[in-house]
C-alpha cells in the first residue's frame, strides 16, 4: 500500500504565494511521474502541473510562469510553488502519483486526499 500526505494549503491573498508537498510512503519500488490536479467547486478535475522522475514537466497554460514544480526523489515527495495567486486559482488541490509497486512491479495510480486553497483578499 502507498499513500500520499498533503500539506501546506490555506487562505492566501490575490498576488500571494503559497507552496504545497506531497510525500509517499509505502511500498515503493520507483515513482514514474508525480501531479497536481485541482478541483473547483463545480467544475471539472484539471491537471496543473506533472513532472517525471527525470524531471520533465509540464504545466497548464492557466499556472505557466506562476506555478513551479519540483520534486525530491530521494524524499519521494513533490512540490508545488505557487506565486502571484489569483482568485481563480481557488480549488481543493490533490496530489497524484504513478507508481511501480515493490512485490509486483505492477504500476498504480494513487491520489492524496486533497488540501484547499483559497484565494481571497
Known amino acids: 500500500q502507498v499513500q500520499l500526505v498533503e500539506s501546506g494549503g490555506g487562505l492566501v491573498q490575490p498576488g500571494g504565494s503559497l507552496g504545497l508537498s506531497c510525500a509517499a510512503t509505502g511500498s515503493i519500488f520507483s515513482i514514474i511521474a508525480m501531479a497536481w490536479y485541482r478541483q473547483a467547486p463545480g467544475k471539472q478535475r484539471e491537471l496543473v502541473a506533472a513532472?517525471?522522475?527525470?524531471?520533465?514537466?509540464n504545466y497548464a497554460d492557466s499556472v505557466k510562469g506562476r506555478f513551479t514544480i519540483s520534486r525530491d526523489n530521494a524524499k519521494n515527495t513533490v512540490y508545488l510553488q505557487m506565486n502571484s495567486l489569483k482568485p481563480e486559482d481557488t480549488a481543493v488541490y490533490y496530489c497524484n502519483a504513478t507508481i511501480r509497486g515493490d512485490s509486483d512491479y505492477a504500476l498504480y495510480d494513487y491520489w492524496g486526499q486533497g488540501t484547499q486553497v483559497t484565494v481571497s483578499s
Open positions: 513532472i517525471t522522475s527525470r524531471s520533465r514537466t
